[in-house]
């Protein structure tokens, strides 16, 4: 007889639940405690009335289930104490304490209370817990005599972090983490800068919760397989501040690469799409893993829904690390999580209005770019732009020119008359379109203003060195237009530029199944990229965009825009990342100074293009072929998706030659493309859905309408997925192979012009604030610190000036304000025009002359002695300070009045030196001989690193090597003593 009642209805759901869970199902007439580990018992006795279900495990009660109708969903609450009252109540036969698991459930919305748990507070969950997670918690009840056995009485337990080897930054995630666990709060969000440490901060408190806390499994969500590679590594490289054993040393970690989950992981890595394709049933292929799934134009209109899982069920993961959860945390994929019933922990470095809303608010650290720089954790940048014609503007291709087409898979190229004239945009190029000349006129550009960015890249024989330097392209063909470009321009060979996209690690091959070049595994060449000296210039489209850590990076080459600002805000953050001097310099040997900032090149507008939270969805016209066959690949199915791939395959068809379509039908189980067509088609055909319906309900005659639709639903998937089944990640790239090698057109008509390549403007008014800054913070100190207080008052005194009073100023100013580090204000000054950087002195004294690049990727524009005597005579220009101290007391001399112009000490050093030699020898008494000048300029050398000298430190180098105090004695007699104060005097003057 058909069920129509809908308590009943709501009961027939639970029961399915609950048997997909684990659970046997029995009434009270029929019990029978020993059939399984878990017994649900209908309708069972209490001494305040008949409970709906009684959670029996291993023969002993353990909670209730009251079950309500579906309408009672938005008023469950209300139901929390009749619930309670049960959980409370005496069981017939039975003197049982209460019952601590408590559910109250509609079939369609469940909600749970842990009774042992320090304050209990009901829960949504998706389905029932298994009984063999129950019984797992009842047996850590009876082994804890704590108070509150739970995992959330754990929580409260927690010790004192130990904050060894912690930033600060870190130490206050950590520890508001644990209090946001201490209140039971389901979701909390890490938000800290790029560069700080999240990643590192993450693995710490996960760290924490599997050692003190006891927590089961702990999955780590990320939306990529590269990030998903690195957090691999970061957890195989972490080591406790409270243990000598490596993490992975004490507990599992398994990244996870097939359907395949170990029970035995106490630490899973996981892209969301896996995870997703694991709870719908299907395989995914690794391809579908290596774009973020967020900047896919194409998303469902409907959500298809995932289902329980019975060997991962909800209660799998205690917690979830989700990775950059701005992105993977919305559409289709926000049904992962809440699948599962754990704590949600967000990291992020650019959280939106949803990121902190789905997180209810509830951010427990929020330390900004700004803030870090501020700290000294990450670097600033500066822009400069670059604007060209074409850029700005697009072209034409004119009628009656041959223009060329090019295949962008095998390079393949052939003529054709353009029988119009057809104006391109500038958003066609490098799509549609390629002007090499556009291209070519920014690499240019870009290479001889490299010498105006990193002025202090010149070696000893004139020689610069090109920093790293990553740039940021539109499509994979794009890229290797660049690449072959960047070669071209710089003069440079194959291991110089390279392209970092996990394309690489596929041969290159022709129409004619020709090798064209051989594939390279990305991972390697981002390996070399990080530590090696080649490659010095890498070309990105997606790949290391965000979250790869590269912190030898001081150059970012936009030649894409980007319309999501979180993106662009993690593409920026590719170079904030800090580095020793030591280190840096094994792959970027001319590096004089730690890496304080980056500089940002942009030749696309992409600083100043619109920016949204998030990138708005196109609607299906304007999506790539290549975003819908990836949606069938990750288990999407949508009608509107099956019939807009219907109709591009159908388009296609017509495009692609007879011997493309044999090996199309060989990729896709021997069916045409007409084939798989038609069966897309269909499985969204009301006519055969119809026919599935009439089959279905004649079948199942008799049955309950549930159990009818169930079956129809099932049956119109399995077509759905037939229909799907072909396009795996083999055909997919065939597909989109076969695309793109009719499409590309070559503009080599239209030569392009620069039309900007100079510094943002921004980049002074930001320059003018850290001047300010550097300036208001040393007169606030000007009366606490010696040195100060010797230039600021008693300005007689400078002969008295020690390395150690310097060094006291540093070591305050990194203290108070990491951020105003001598050299990037020796940069600020140089913004603002105060004078001119040494870049522009040879490349205006070379304005005749275009640096060039030579075979080690350097540029040599004058010999050593000609860039030496250009610094050393560039009197009233900036120039480049030895070193920070150096350049510290050259600041200090120019804001307190003592220099009208900023000037590295050392030249003032230099030139007091050279006018005092002259003084003495162009008066009536004895010239110095060449001796005693080698000693006079070993002492001028000593007194600008050192600031002062006394008669003690000529037992020193270099002093001790040549004789010490003695000789100095032998050389000059009576006059030592009156020399070293004259000099002490004058030199510092």
């Given at each position: 007889m058909t069920n129509q009642n809908p308590e009943q209805i709501a009961r027939d759901h639970i029961d399915q639940q609950l048997i997909e869970c684990g659970w046997k199902i029995q009434s009270v007439k029929q019990i029978n405690l020993n059939a399984g580990i878990g017994i649900a018992v209908k309708e069972y006795l209490t001494d305040v009335g008949p409970a709906d279900y009684v959670l029996f495990v291993e023969g002993k009660p353990c909670g209730i289930i009251e079950a309500k109708r579906e309408e009672e969903g938005h008023r469950i609450n209300i139901h929390e104490a009749q619930s309670e009252g049960y959980a409370n109540a005496k069981l017939k036969h039975l003197k049982n304490d209460p019952l601590p698991f408590v559910y109250i459930s509609t079939g369609e919305v469940t909600k749970f209370t842990d009774f042992t748990d320090p304050k209990p507070r009901a829960r949504v969950i998706f389905t029932f817990h298994r009984p063999e997670t129950l019984r797992n918690w009842l047996k850590t009840s009876k082994e804890n005599f704590k108070l509150y056995p739970s995992l959330r009485g754990r929580l409260y337990d927690l010790p004192a972090l130990q904050t060894d080897g912690l930033r600060e930054c870190q130490i206050t995630a950590i520890n508001n983490l644990d209090k946001s666990f201490k209140e039971n709060r389901p979701r909390a969000l890490i938000q800290m800068a790029t560069g700080s440490g999240k990643t590192f901060t993450a693995i710490t408190a996960i760290y924490r919760l599997l050692k003190f806390a006891k927590a089961k499994r702990v999955l780590f969500l990320v939306d990529t397989r590269n990030l998903g590679e690195q957090a691999e590594q970061e957890f195989m490289s972490y080591l406790p501040n409270d243990d000598n054993r490596k993490f992975t040393e004490l507990y599992s970690v398994q990244r996870l690469k097939s359907s395949y989950v170990a029970t035995d992981s106490q630490v899973c890595i996981s892209t969301i799409q896996r995870l997703y394709s694991i709870l719908k049933g299907t395989e995914l292929e690794e391809s579908a893993e290596e774009e973020n799934p967020n900047e896919r134009i194409w998303q469902p209109k409907e959500v298809p829904p995932i289902e329980y899982n019975e060997k991962i069920p909800i209660e799998f993961f205690d917690f979830i690390v989700i990775d950059e959860c701005h992105r993977s945390i919305y559409n289709l994929w926000k049904q992962v999580l809440e699948y599962f019933d754990a704590f949600e922990i967000g990291l992020t470095a650019t959280p939106d209005n949803r990121t902190i809303g789905y997180f209810d608010q509830n951010?427990?650290?929020?330390?900004?770019?700004?803030?870090?720089?501020?700290?000294?954790?990450?670097?600033?940048?500066?822009?400069?732009?670059?604007?060209?014609?074409?850029?700005?503007?697009?072209?034409?291709?004119?009628?009656?020119?041959?223009?060329?087409?090019?295949?962008?898979?095998?390079?393949?190229?052939?003529?054709?008359?353009?029988?119009?004239?057809?104006?391109?945009?500038?958003?066609?190029?490098?799509?549609?379109?390629?002007?090499?000349?556009?291209?070519?006129?920014?690499?240019?550009?870009?290479?001889?203003?490299?010498?105006?960015?990193?002025?202090?890249?010149?070696?000893?024989?004139?020689?610069?060195?090109?920093?790293?330097?990553?740039?940021?392209?539109?499509?994979?063909?794009?890229?290797?237009?660049?690449?072959?470009?960047?070669?071209?321009?710089?003069?440079?060979?194959?291991?110089?530029?390279?392209?970092?996209?996990?394309?690489?690690?596929?041969?290159?091959?022709?129409?004619?199944?020709?090798?064209?070049?051989?594939?390279?595994?990305?991972?390697?060449?981002?390996?070399?990229?990080?530590?090696?000296?080649?490659?010095?210039?890498?070309?990105?489209?997606?790949?290391?965009?965000?979250?790869?850590?590269?912190?030898?990076?001081?150059?970012?080459?936009?030649?894409?825009?980007?319309?999501?600002?979180?993106?662009?805000?993690?593409?920026?953050?590719?170079?904030?990342?800090?580095?020793?001097?030591?280190?840096?310099?094994?792959?970027?040997?001319?590096?004089?100074?730690?890496?304080?900032?980056?500089?940002?090149?942009?030749?696309?507008?992409?600083?100043?293009?619109?920016?949204?939270?998030?990138?708005?969805?196109?609607?299906?016209?304007?999506?790539?072929?290549?975003?819908?066959?990836?949606?069938?690949?990750?288990?999407?199915?949508?009608?509107?998706?099956?019939?807009?791939?219907?109709?591009?395959?159908?388009?296609?068809?017509?495009?692609?030659?007879?011997?493309?379509?044999?090996?199309?039908?060989?990729?896709?189980?021997?069916?045409?493309?007409?084939?798989?067509?038609?069966?897309?088609?269909?499985?969204?055909?009301?006519?055969?859905?119809?026919?599935?319906?009439?089959?279905?309900?004649?079948?199942?005659m008799g049955v309950a309408p549930n159990e009818i639709e169930a079956a129809i639903i099932q049956e119109t998937e399995k077509l759905q997925q037939e229909a799907a089944r072909v396009f795996t990640g083999e055909l997919n790239e065939y597909i989109e192979n076969v695309r793109k090698a009719h499409e590309q057109r070559i503009d080599l008509l239209n030569p392009d012009e620069v039309l900007t390549a100079a510094w943002d403007k921004d980049n002074v008014e930001k320059a003018n604030e850290i001047v300010k800054e550097f300036s208001e913070w040393m007169l606030q100190h000007k009366d606490e610190l010696t040195a100060l207080q010797i230039f600021y008052n008693q300005p007689y005194r400078r002969r008295e000036l020690t390395f150690e009073m310097i060094k006291e100023v540093m070591d305050k100013l990194q203290s108070d304000k990491p951020v105003l580090a001598p050299m990037y204000v020796w940069r600020a000054y140089d913004a603002i025009g105060t004078s001119t950087s040494l870049g522009d002195q040879i490349s205006t004294s070379l304005s005749d002359r275009k640096l060039t690049s030579l075979g080690d990727q350097k540029v040599r524009t004058l010999s050593g002695t000609e860039v030496k005597d250009r610094i050393s005579t560039s009197s009233g220009t900036l120039g480049s300070p030895l070193n920070e101290l150096i350049a510290l007391v050259s600041l200090i001399r120019k804001i307190t009045g003592l220099d009208n112009i900023l000037t590295p000490y050392n030249k003032t050093v230099d030139k007091n030196f050279q006018d005092w030699v002259w003084k003495r020898h162009s008066g009536a008494g004895e010239k110095f001989t060449e001796e005693q000048m080698q000693w006079l300029r070993m002492i001028k050398e000593y007194v600008i690193n050192s600031f002062h000298i006394e008669k003690e430190d000529f037992d020193y180098n270099p002093f001790n090597a040549m004789g010490g105090l003695g000789k100095m004695w032998n050389l000059f007699g009576t006059e030592t003593e009156e020399i070293i104060n004259e000099l002490n005097e004058v030199l510092v003057a």
């Open positions: 951010m427990v650290s929020e330390y900004s770019h700004e803030m870090a720089v501020a700290d000294g954790v990450n670097v600033g940048y500066d822009v400069f732009i670059i604007d060209t014609k074409v850029t700005q503007q697009g072209g034409t291709l004119w009628k009656g020119e041959y223009v060329e087409h090019r295949e962008r898979l095998s390079r393949k190229k052939r003529m054709e008359l353009q029988d119009e004239d057809e104006i391109y945009s500038s958003t066609q190029l490098d799509k549609d379109i390629v002007n090499p000349n556009q291209i070519r006129t920014i690499i240019r550009t870009f290479k001889e203003n490299l010498p105006k960015m990193f002025p202090d890249r010149f070696d000893e024989t004139g020689l610069f060195e090109i920093p790293k330097t990553l740039i940021f392209a539109k499509t994979d063909s794009h890229a290797n237009d660049i690449i072959d470009i960047v070669r071209e321009e710089f003069a440079e060979e194959n291991k110089f530029c390279k392209k970092i996209t996990y394309n690489t690690a596929k041969d290159r091959m022709s129409a004619d199944d020709v090798l064209l070049e051989k594939g390279e595994d990305p991972k390697n060449t981002l390996s070399d990229f990080r530590n090696a000296f080649y490659p010095r210039i890498a070309v990105t489209v997606d790949m290391i965009a965000v979250g790869t850590d590269v912190k030898t990076l001081e150059c970012l080459l936009f030649m894409r825009d980007v319309k999501s600002r979180n993106y662009f805000e993690q593409m920026k953050g590719r170079g904030t990342r800090t580095i020793s001097l030591d280190k840096l310099r094994q792959v970027s040997r001319t590096a004089n100074y730690t890496k304080d900032h980056f500089v940002i090149v942009d030749a696309i507008g992409v600083c100043k293009s619109l920016k949204t939270d998030s990138r708005p969805l196109e609607k299906k016209p304007g999506v790539p072929l290549k975003e819908l066959l990836q949606a069938v690949a990750i288990g999407a199915r949508d009608e509107e998706l099956f019939t807009s791939l219907a109709s591009r395959l159908t388009r296609l068809d017509k495009q692609i030659t007879d011997k493309e379509r044999k090996l199309f039908a060989e990729k896709a189980d021997g069916k045409s493309v007409s084939q798989v067509v038609k069966e897309l088609l269909n499985a969204f055909n009301p006519d055969v859905i119809e026919e599935i319906e009439n089959k279905v309900r004649k079948n199942f």
